[in-house]
């Protein structure tokens, strides 16, 4: 018989955006800037269910270009200021603000789907 440990629940979106486990939020999520590891090494879950696919790219592409976007339209409305400095302001942010932003909601996505049991879906033929 086996003994199935039990984990105090986790806040996905705080777990996700410090890049902890979803399962006991002391591990490591994440090796490198954006790989997974193979598995936690405080409550050893695997991570190989792990699969956030384009969905964080899809989310920070578009929060970044509206704030981006709509940033640089009320600069130049208000104050006209020539191309290159309006490049030099907002190419910087955009690449900062999407590779920080990119980061929390893959941890986000992936803790998000280990608390709903998230998994392929399956056509039942039967």
Known sequence: MTQEL?????????TGMKGRC???GEGQLFEGFLGLKKSCRSCHLDYSFADSGDGPAVFVMTAVGFIVVGLALWLE???SPPLWLQLLIWFPISIGLGLYLLRAMKGIMICLQYKNKAQQ???DRG
Do not use: L, S, T
């Open 6 to 14: 039990r984990f105090a629940p986790v806040d996905p979106i705080k």
């Open 77 to 79: 409305v208000n104050y």
């Open 22 to 24: 979803p399962r006991c």
């Open 121 to 123: 879906g399956e056509i």
